[in-house]
């Protein structure tokens, strides 16, 4: 049952805890860790919750724009009683869910016993949605919970459509048609969905999201109103009572109002950054094509090959992030071959190249993170998506939004070729061709600051959260 909040609501206005509890995978970190700065910049104790596991990998978080406002606490996921290797992922799951609502409840326990708990109670717990257990746990413990999807609202939509029965898998016919989202296509939906039989892990661990989400009194999507309007509009109808407050990126490049805010604070690898920035700055602007493919990718042979001939072969100059365990799948003398023209690092601070003047367009795997990255700072985008959220993402980057392209890959082989890729560069990159692609992004650049800024959309919503919140009477 939802927790009555009018009845918890008191008069004052006392200041309060609040625990964010990400998923310890980069990509669903940053954009919870960014909605914690948020907070903790409307005066909250916000404290990030993450796994052990990750303990080694990431860098000190930087919070001198919040003082002790926002701190990191790390909690067992009982993976040091287990051979990682040899599990599988529905084993992980259970064991990650199993240790981590022991060890979160111990936090809990923690917070409240500590010596300023009186001052900062602790209130709320934000969960990434891929642990709806998280709940339970808060609300034993008699405090309020509420999960944080990372994925675009569209594509939190289509598994809801999905779970509830609305959409039918596998596909019957050639399109997939739901309300408020554009005919998608086989290889428009997310790969949990278009390919069953591949991924039925994932799948059930996406459906999950949902056993509890009529429960909830807030659902926290990591975008923003004029971004997804049709699919809010669909998902107010059905009252969920979703709230827009992203895009999640550091507040530099965006509204700037949070001046330390300048990186997401947690990483997991560590990037070349004098490297990069020197490169570009050697460039002409608008003349590189930065290519990524985010810190999951796992490309063939075959496809890095294509890809690097592709990208020398579009007659820009690039800069491309192949993780070091990726390295040896790049053609022999690779890297010598494209001296001056090219670069190859093995990650790099993405924000900051994408916001670099040299920097054309985006040739992205189309995580949800880097699409809007590249649409808050205004980069067009190639999309080449391989799995999960992905395809979708393409579909909107391309069809809705309509600032980029889409690489065509071979039908039989699923392999993007030189060629495509190629072509599909200098489409975007061309001074006249590309010029609709570049008009539109700046659009969608404005939209997303004027959503975070003062008074916008985003801003409203991370308000009203945080009134209520302290408005709490426990």
Same mark, same amino acid.
């Given at each position: 049952?939802?927790?009555?909040?009018?009845?918890?609501?008191?008069?004052?206005?006392?200041?309060?805890?609040?625990?964010?509890?990400?998923?310890?995978?980069?990509?669903?970190?940053?954009?919870?860790?960014?909605?914690?700065?948020?907070?903790?910049?409307?005066? /909250?104790?916000?404290?990030?919750?993450?796994?052990?596991?990750?303990?080694?990998?990431?860098?000190?978080?930087?919070?001198?724009?919040?003082?002790?406002?926002?701190?990191?606490?790390?909690?067992?996921?009982?993976?040091? /009683?287990?051979?990682?290797?040899?599990?599988?992922?529905?084993?992980?799951?259970?064991?990650?869910?199993?240790?981590?609502?022991?060890?979160?409840?111990?936090?809990?326990?923690?917070?409240?016993?500590?010596?300023?708990?009186?001052?900062? *109670?602790?209130?709320?717990?934000?969960?990434?949605?891929?642990?709806?257990?998280?709940?339970?746990?808060?609300?034993?413990?008699?405090?309020?919970?509420?999960?944080?999807?990372?994925?675009?609202?569209?594509?939190?939509?289509?598994?809801?459509?999905?779970?509830?029965?609305?959409?039918?898998?596998?596909?019957?016919?050639?399109?997939?048609?739901?309300?408020?989202?554009?005919?998608?296509?086989?290889?428009?939906?997310?790969?949990?969905?278009?390919?069953?039989?591949?991924?039925?892990?994932?799948?059930?661990?996406?459906?999950?999201?949902?056993?509890?989400?009529?429960?909830?009194?807030?659902?926290?999507?990591?975008?923003?109103?004029?971004?997804?309007?049709?699919?809010?509009?669909?998902?107010?109808?059905?009252?969920?009572?979703?709230?827009?407050?992203?895009?999640?990126? *550091?507040?530099?490049?965006?509204?700037?109002?949070?001046?330390?805010?300048?990186?997401?604070?947690?990483?997991?690898?560590?990037?070349?950054?004098?490297?990069?920035?020197?490169?570009?700055?050697?460039? /002409?602007?608008?003349?590189?094509?930065?290519?990524?493919?985010?810190?999951?990718?796992?490309?063939?042979?075959?496809?890095?090959?294509?890809?690097?001939?592709?990208?020398?072969?579009?007659?820009?100059?690039?800069?491309?992030?192949?993780?070091?365990?990726?390295?040896?799948?790049?053609?022999?003398?690779?890297?010598?071959?494209?001296?001056?023209?090219?670069?190859?690092?093995?990650?790099?601070?993405?924000?900051?190249?994408?916001?670099?003047?040299?920097?054309?367009?985006?040739?992205?795997?189309?995580?949800?993170?880097?699409?809007?990255?590249?649409?808050?700072?205004?980069? *067009?985008?190639?999309?080449?998506?391989?799995?999960?959220?992905?395809?979708?993402?393409?579909?909107?980057?391309?069809?809705?939004?309509?600032?980029?392209?889409?690489?065509?890959?071979?039908?039989?082989?699923?392999?993007?070729?030189?060629?495509?890729?190629?072509?599909?560069?200098?489409?975007?990159?061309?001074?006249?061709?590309?010029?609709?692609?570049?008009?539109?992004?700046?659009?969608?650049?404005?939209?997303?600051?004027?959503?975070?800024?003062?008074?916008?959309?985003?801003?409203?919503?991370?308000?009203?959260?945080?009134?209520?919140?302290?408005?709490?009477?426990?």
């Amino acid at each position: 049952m939802k927790l009555d909040l009018e009845k918890q609501m008191g008069t004052g206005a006392a200041q309060s805890h609040i625990l964010v509890f990400t998923f310890p995978v980069q990509g669903h970190m940053n954009p919870m860790v960014q909605f914690a700065k948020r907070l903790a910049s409307k005066g /909250q104790r916000v404290t990030i919750v993450t796994t052990i596991s990750t303990s080694k990998s990431v860098q000190k978080l930087n919070s001198t724009s919040f003082g002790s406002n926002l701190r990191m606490e790390l909690i067992s996921d009982g993976s040091k /009683q287990v051979d990682q290797d040899s599990e599988t992922i529905e084993e992980f799951i259970e064991r990650f869910r199993i240790a981590t609502s022991k060890s979160l409840t111990k936090l809990m326990t923690k917070v409240r016993n500590s010596s300023d708990a009186s001052q900062y *109670p602790l209130k709320f717990l934000v969960y990434h949605s891929a642990m709806p257990w998280a709940l339970d746990v808060a609300r034993r413990q008699g405090i309020d919970g509420a999960p944080f999807f990372t994925t675009s609202c569209a594509v939190a939509t289509i598994f809801h459509h999905v779970y509830a029965g609305t959409l039918k898998l596998p596909l019957e016919g050639s399109r997939a048609i739901m309300p408020s989202i554009p005919p998608l296509a086989l290889n428009d939906l997310p790969s949990f969905v278009s390919h069953v039989e591949s991924y039925p892990a994932y799948l059930k661990l996406a459906m999950k999201q949902y056993s509890n989400l009529k429960e909830v009194n807030w659902i926290f999507c990591n975008s923003f109103d004029k971004l997804e309007e049709e699919v809010l509009n669909w998902m107010e109808s059905q009252d969920w009572p979703v709230k827009m407050i992203g895009p999640t990126i *550091p507040s530099i490049f965006l509204d700037q109002k949070l001046e330390d805010d300048k990186d997401y604070g947690l990483s997991l690898f560590k990037p070349s950054v004098e490297t990069c920035m020197k490169w570009l700055d050697s460039k /002409q602007p608008g003349s590189v094509v930065y290519a990524s493919f985010g810190s999951l990718a796992d490309l063939t042979i075959e496809q890095t090959e294509e890809l690097a001939r592709g990208l020398n072969n579009s007659s820009y100059n690039f800069l491309w992030v192949v993780r070091e365990s990726e390295k040896e799948k790049l053609p022999k003398n690779f890297v010598e071959e494209i001296s001056g023209k090219g670069l190859v690092v093995s990650w790099c601070p993405q924000l900051q190249v994408l916001a670099h003047k040299a920097v054309g367009c985006f040739l992205t795997h189309c995580g949800w993170n880097s699409t809007l990255e590249a649409l808050s700072l205004g980069v *067009p985008m190639v999309v080449l998506p391989h799995w999960a959220d992905q395809p979708t993402n393409a579909k909107f980057v391309t069809d809705v939004w309509k600032v980029g392209v889409r690489v065509k890959v071979n039908k039989k082989s699923g392999v993007a070729k030189k060629e495509e890729i190629a072509m599909r560069i200098k489409e975007v990159m061309d001074k006249e061709k590309g010029m609709k692609f570049r008009k539109a992004s700046l659009i969608w650049k404005e939209l997303a600051k004027e959503a975070v800024d003062e008074g916008g959309s985003s801003d409203k919503n991370i308000e009203e959260f945080v009134a209520t919140v302290r408005s709490i009477n426990l």
